[in-house]
C-alpha cells in the first residue's frame, strides 16, 4: 500500500516517533488504525449496550452536568496545578 500523507499527518506521527513512544511510523500507524476501530465499534454501540459497558458512567455525566449548571466548577489550571503538585510530593515520598 502506498499513502500520501498531508504534511500536516506527517508532524503528528514525527511527534510520536520523537517522543519515544512509537519505534517506527507503521508503529504510530497502526496504533491510529486500532484506535479507529475502537471508536468505529463504540460509535455504533446502542445506549443500553454503550451502559452495560461503563455502568454508571451516564448517571456520573449527568451529576457533572448538574454540578456545572448550578455552578459548582473547578479551575481547570489550578486543578492540574493541584495534581502536578500531588505527584510531585508523591515522587519525593518514594525516592
Not at 503528528?12 to 513512544?21: A, C, E, H, K, M
Not at 446502542?46 to 449548571?69: K, M, N, V, W, Y
Amino acid at each position: 500500500m502506498n499513502l500520501t500523507l498531508h504534511p500536516h499527518i506527517k508532524k503528528l506521527i514525527d511527534d510520536q516517533l520523537n517522543s519515544g513512544r512509537y519505534a517506527t511510523a507503521d508503529d504510530v500507524i497502526a496504533a491510529a488504525v486500532v484506535n479507529l476501530a475502537q471508536q468505529e465499534r463504540l460509535t455504533a454501540m446502542t445506549a443500553d449496550e454503550l451502559d452495560a459497558s461503563f455502568p454508571g458512567a451516564r448517571a456520573q455525566i449527568e451529576q457533572g452536568l448538574r454540578q456545572a449548571r448550578d455552578g459548582h466548577v473547578s479551575d481547570g489550571e489550578a486543578f492540574f496545578d493541584e495534581l502536578d503538585r500531588e505527584e510531585e510530593n508523591a515522587g519525593r515520598k518514594t525516592a
